[in-house]
């Protein structure tokens, strides 16, 4: 199994663009996340998905989309690209129910200039 | 919001002694607890989980809980150089609508010095 695999690694956007950031996963899990990390901080969940067809906003939604129309694919989509959304972003699974380990991808590094 | 706090560190200490990171957590209700160890630049990944009260080991890593103090510790004992990395503690909702959620501290720098 690849696990979480995430592209691309790293991209430059310049503000006001847009971009997707891709998410699949081949564990079969029905849950799936996406967070942000900035220098010295926590994660930060941005958006969940607890199965295909249904997502919910995290803890920093804002400038941020994102849809499940399979349980492999999790994309986040970035509108109108702002400076505060440099970060690192990373998307995770976990199978369902409370008490299972996520299972993170490698990330991606978004600088936004 | 249900809060994570973690020692902020950084914390140092030499080859062969015992790191101690510890986090406490807002949510009484809360079941499942979770370190994840985070190299620079690289993605979290899990090395403990603890549900209930007690110890727990597994190797050169103990995983405390104590729900009646809502805190959380990892002891890592004969500290090495390669446990150098950013600890986060999570705590999951194990209830109503969040959950499944994780909810993470800021983490916690360990240096282990040879």
């Known amino acids: 199994n690849a696990g979480v695999t995430q592209t691309p690694k790293f991209r430059i956007l310049k503000i006001g663009q847009s971009m997707t950031l891709q998410c699949t996963q081949d564990m079969n899990h029905n849950y799936m996340y996406w967070y942000r990390q900035d220098p010295g901080m926590g994660l930060k969940l941005i958006y969940y998905?607890?199965?295909?067809?249904?997502?919910d906003k995290g803890e920093v939604p804002n400038g941020y989309n994102v849809s499940r129309s399979t349980t492999e694919d999790f994309p986040l989509r970035l509108e109108l690209a702002a400076p505060s959304q440099t970060s690192v972003y990373f998307c995770?699974?976990?199978?369902?129910?409370?008490?299972?380990?996520?299972?993170f991808g490698p990330g991606t590094r978004l600088l936004v200039l | 919001q249900k809060e994570v706090e973690q020692n902020s560190g950084p914390l140092s200490v030499p080859e062969g002694a015992i790191a101690s990171l510890n986090c406490t957590y807002s949510d009484r209700g809360s079941q499942s607890f979770f370190w994840y160890r985070q190299y620079s630049g690289k993605s979290p990944e899990l090395i403990m989980f603890i549900y209930s009260n007690g110890d727990k080991e597994d190797g050169r890593f103990t995983a405390q809980l104590n729900k009646a103090s809502q805190y959380v510790s990892l002891l890592i004992r004969d500290s090495q150089p390669s446990d150098s990395a950013t600890y986060l503690c999570a705590v999951s909702s194990d209830r109503g609508s969040t959950l499944g959620r994780l909810y993470f501290g800021r983490g916690t720098q360990l240096t282990v010095w040879p």
């Open positions: 998905s607890v199965g295909a067809g249904i997502t």
């Open positions: 995770a699974s976990n199978r369902q129910g409370p008490g299972e380990t996520q299972y």
